[in-house]
């Protein structure tokens, strides 16, 4: 850990100098605290009198502020000056407080914002940066109530959800044509120059260019075209792309390459980049493109990034940091009582592409790179260590949802998934029949859901077979048997291009299986624009597919450039994702999804227009906190001397946690972007800051309730309230 700077001789810029002066014109009665003041103590001091004096009407205020637990009906009553109100008195209340910025490499920040402000009147000094004036000013503009929150309607999301294409757009499945053309023609080429080789994929002597092409054409249906020839370096890339890469994109990810970072797109997923911006899709595919190509700080980031997910560090038979004991270092993750996360030793370990925010980016700098398939093939000691792994679930008192993954749980062959649902299957029905002896009260959680992650919908919806989806639909009657209720897919799409003819024909296949369709979005700038989302949960919608979490974009630095701040995800989801939201009346129907996958997209019709809502809003948004699970409860706290926030998250009240979050403190953020940055970045990609008008004033969230479709089913019998597999 490094020593904390000392801060108060560094002077402010003169763009600084000009936001204070605004800032003290604007609020004469903080100017006479700053000025009048001797030293730190008396202005936090007067600050904290001031406040509750002149705002002691504000009682939903007050509470919420003073509440050791707030709720989301709390949260809900909160005027818009409320949200500053308590934002000033935690700046005073954490005043002095020194944390680790994971994102400068560990440095030791301390939040002290009056402090800096007052240092900055009195001596032109404290070393904030505009980013901090700024934030300031918004705070302060709605603290006085000069600044009101303006709740778009339903035809300006309409007009927003408008800017977005879908992938099955007439004109966009016509570009993407285009683009498979391209792409195969290169492909094309270099198999026939003997440039690339491969033996499954090889053209007869004497073909003629148009047999070829439509032997290639075949084989673009097959995804171990795809996988073998997936681009692994940028100059290839930018050549499939068209040489459209402009070269300060080629420089960096030129650089990307020498440090070591991965590249593996696949020619199904790259035909989803525009080379030409079409005048009606402008930016739409940047989702896309920011999953694909690497950002600056990325590069320069790799080699020092820091792990997230703490609980993910695991050592057999020492507990994780949720308390929990796991049976081997890397096949079994767990936060939950409920549901244990468990990885396959095979391909499954790899994706079918990589995406740029990952956080599989801090393995692949210590140089476990997945994209090598032929050596992620399983060995003959798998199946017995995969019995071993199904002990963990059978022997555990509350897991009743085993989370098959990876990597991507569908890059396995078909073969390994069906080995390994014949041993879940036999595994669930010992943990049944070895509850007939316990009595009553003393019951094991049975299996009840089993979930397999995977992102090859959109990555290579090719895999989607119909052989996999018998084994599927053959695993869901046979387990059905035996009481297992719930079957899901669990995705991640990130953007309404990714919904192409393809992906709606794999969609439709595994839901006529039987299994219902969940989408995980990670909420990046791109993905952050206005509508967007929306869009997406649409479009979703429209092929079949439930939402189920929006998720902040998880790291340090090294992700800067796809985050958004947590104020952004607050706001999307009070102003744009609440025009889905699902009234309480509607929760019998919502309940019944689960059990009829094969009629999922009828039912979400029959829901959406009975509703009278464009999507429905089965997400919630959270940040999966690196401690233990996920949450979008939080208060700004602090700020840094660059405007970046501080945020106090405190754990999701609304879902059964390990017993070790009695003696968790609350978890500290500090964000890797600032507001004006974000806002900044969002013009840069076309956006008018001004549609994001009272974004800065989003300063605290409420874990939303979760929607019944997603809770498990009561059992018939008493569960044992023990918990085995657990050291607290
Ligand atoms: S699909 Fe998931 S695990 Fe794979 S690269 Fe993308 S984010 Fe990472």
Known sequence: MSEKMNLDNIAISVQSHRLLDSLLDENPDLKKIMEDSANEA?????????????????????????AKKADRFMFEQLSWQ????????????????????????????????FRMLWLAVQQGTGGAKPGFFEDMIQLFRQLRGDTD???????????????????LDPRIVQLRKENKHRIL??????ISEGTVKSRSYTFPEGLSGEEKYAMAEEWWNDRKFHLRFAVRNPDLLNEMLGYSLDPDTMKLLKEAESAGIPFFVNPYYLSLLNVREPRFAVGADLAIRHYVLYSKALVEEFGHIVAWEKEDLVEPG????????????????????????????????????????????????????????????????????????????????????????????????????????????????????????RPEGEKYAEIMRIRFG?????????????????????????????????????????????????????????????????????????????????????????????????????????????????????????EEKVMGRIEKEHYPVLRTFADDAEHIQEKINGLRSKADVPFLATDRNVLNMPGVGKSLTFRVIGITR???????????????????????GKVIIIESKSIPEYLQQLEE??????????????????????????EYPDYKFGVTPDYTNLEV
Not at 82 to 97: F, M, S, T
Not at 154 to 163: C, F, G
Not at 488 to 507: G, L, R, Y
Not at 642 to 664: A, C, Q, V
């Open 642 to 664: 660059y405007g970046r926030r501080i945020l106090e998250f405190d754990h999701d009240e609304t879902r059964n946690h390990s017993p070790i979050i009695g003696k968790m």
């Open 318 to 437: 020492k507990p994780n940091a949720a308390g929990w004991i796991l049976p081997s270092h890397h096949n079994v993750h767990r936060r939950y009582p409920e549901v244990a996360i468990l990885i396959p030793d095979s391909v499954g370990r790899a994706c079918g592409g990589l995406c740029s925010s990952c956080q599989r980016m801090y393995d692949f700098q210590r140089g476990n790179l997945n994209f090598n398939l032929d050596k992620l093939r399983p060995n003959e000691k798998w199946p017995d260590k995969l019995k071993r792994l199904l002990t963990y679930f059978e022997e555990d008192s509350q897991l009743r949802d085993i989370l098959i993954t990876g990597g991507d749980a569908f890059m396995s062959t078909d073969r390994t998934l069906e080995n390994l649902l014949e041993e879940v299957y036999r595994m669930a029905a010992r943990k049944q029949e070895a509850n007939k002896s």
């Open 82 to 113: 409320d949200y500053a109100i308590i934002r000033i008195l935690d700046y005073i209340d954490h005043a002095g407080e020194t944390y680790e910025d994971l994102n400068r490499r560990g440095e030791i920040v301390e939040s002290d914002p």
């Open 454 to 574: 995977t992102r090859l919908p959109a990555y290579l919806p090719q895999r989607i077979t119909p052989d996999l989806a018998r084994i599927l639909r053959d695993f869901k009657e046979k387990a059905s048997g035996i009481g297992i209720r719930q079957f899901v897919i669990q995705t991640h799409f990130e953007s309404p291009m990714e919904i192409t003819p393809e992906t709606k024909e794999a969609v439709g296949r595994l839901t006529d299986a039987g299994w219902i369709i969940t989408n995980q979005l990670v909420f990046t700038a791109a993905a952050s624009r206005r509508g967007h989302t929306a869009k997406l949960r649409r479009v979703l919608n429209d092929i079949g597919v439930l939402t189920y979490y929006t998720f902040t974009v998880k790291g340090y630095k090294e992700n800067s450039h796809n985050f958004a701040p947590n104020a952004r995800v607050v706001q999307e989801q009070l």
């Open 185 to 190: 023609s290169i492909l094309i080429k270099k």
């Open 42 to 66: 008396e202005v936090l001091d007067r600050m904290k009198q001031w406040v509750f004096s002149t705002y002691k009407e504000r009682e939903e205020a007050l509470s919420y502020y003073g």
């Open 685 to 710: 990609i076309g956006e008018d800051p001004l549609e994001y008008t009272g974004l800065y004033g989003f300063s605290m969230g409420q874990t939303e309730p979760r929607v019944p479709l997603y």
């Open 149 to 167: 929150r303006v709740v778009p309607g339903k035809e300006k999301l309409e007009s927003w959800m408008d800017r977005y294409p879908s992938g």
